[in-house]
């Protein structure tokens, strides 16, 4: 038994330390960005409520993702389905194509009406941080983007 509890203390004492380390697979998944976090501040609830925008990477390219039918009410700014709890289920979304993305293990650089942005990427325990490097496309805002892998099923419901 004391065996246990020590790997045990050792994985949760080590687990920050292996998530930093791990890649950051943008081309898996539905990311969404963390509600309750700020330009240069990290989300204040380990990006437990996301933000109703979010993106996907298909065949190398990166899409918008919008929710369309979230009822949350304790949204930043009392904005009532502008975000969701990241566990909720039977979410819809709506998908529309920006553009190319190349990804590496710690960068991206995304192509959009003729400017391509590069990112950094670094994982924490809870989220993932990108960051605009470089000199910035017209189109980019100089702020960190903190955001996490949906891990639930979403319907994505085709543009009419």
Known sequence: MSKFLALFIAAIYFAPIIALTDEINMSDGI??????????????????????????????????VK??????????????????????????????????IELSEKSAAVTWLGCTQNYSLTKHLNYADIVPVGELCWWTPDKHYYVERFRGPLKIVEEE
Request: aromatic letters at 8%; hydrophobic letters at 30%; a positive charge.
């Open 31 to 64: 990311w969404f960005r963390c509600e309750f976090a700020h330009s240069q501040i990290p989300p204040e609830d380990n990006c437990r409520m996301l933000d109703d925008d979010g993106f996907q990477v298909i065949k190398g390219i990166v899409h918008h």
């Open 67 to 100: 929710i369309t039918n979230s009822k949350e009410i304790r949204c930043r700014h009392n904005r009532v389905g502008n975000c969701f709890l990241k566990n909720h289920l039977g979410l819809r979304a709506e998908r529309t194509e920006i553009g190319p």
